[in-house]
T-cell receptor
């Protein structure tokens, strides 16, 4: 049973549009919430991360929104570009161990 | 600057064969882990190690063994391969519990 639930499974967005991916968790012991980006044939790479004492973090076109009371967090990709086409995983960490969501495949149409 | 190196990149095994997936990191990280990635399931933790000589089971450890004799290396052994172990395997390392995990490029394993 996955400890982190991620949706949607896939999404298609036009160039310049906004992509939104949502995740939810139950385990309150999680203390670090990273997002990973993965291109075909490659390993996941850290995109952006947030700690539960912060409600929002922005890095360039990527923003994490975090709702501790609802145990939900989301990734917003602004001004989506074709190079953003990839699979995105949310994750949550307890001690050293990462629990991953199922992944969202994002396709950006030019 | 190699980071996390996994070998081989691809492997086909017959049911019942054994093999070792290699993982090495050159960042002097204490924590290393193995994940498997299956469609629609994300990455699931198989085994992890918090330092040389210390290993523990993750979420899906059955059918896999690990050992950690050095800080740099963390091999994953399949003792008797089964078709259910067909997957993409990723090794990761972390300096400590407050820093990011770095992943290798993966090993795509097919068991026939």
């Amino acid at each position: 049973q996955q400890q982190v639930k991620q949706s949607p499974q896939s999404l298609i967005v036009q160039k310049g549009g906004i992509s939104i991916i949502n995740c939810a968790y139950e385990n309150t012991a999680f203390d670090y919430f990273p997002w990973y980006q993965q291109f075909p044939g490659k390993g996941p790479a850290l995109l952006i991360a947030i700690r539960p004492d912060v409600s929002e973090k922005k890095e360039g076109r990527f923003t994490i929104s975090f709702n501790k009371s609802a145990k939900q967090f989301s990734l917003h990709i602004m001004d989506s570009q074709p190079g953003d086409s990839a699979t995105y995983f949310c994750a949550a960490r307890n001690d050293y161990k990462l629990s991953f969501g199922a992944g969202t495949t994002v396709t950006v149409r030019a | 600057n190699a980071g996390v190196t996994q070998t081989p990149k691809f492997q086909v095994l017959k049911t019942g064969q054994s093999m070792t997936l290699q993982c090495a990191q050159d960042m002097n990280h204490e924590y290393m882990s193995w994940y498997r990635q299956d469609p629609g399931m994300g990455l699931r933790l198989i085994h992890y190690s918090v330092g040389a000589g210390i290993t523990d089971q993750g979420e899906v450890p059955n059918g896999y063994n690990v050992s950690r004799s050095t800080t740099e290396d963390f091999p994953l052994r399949l003792l008797s391969a089964a078709p259910s172990q067909t997957s993409v395997y990723f090794c990761a390392s972390t300096m400590d519990r407050n820093t990011e995990a770095f992943f290798g490029q993966g090993t795509r394993l097919t068991v026939v």
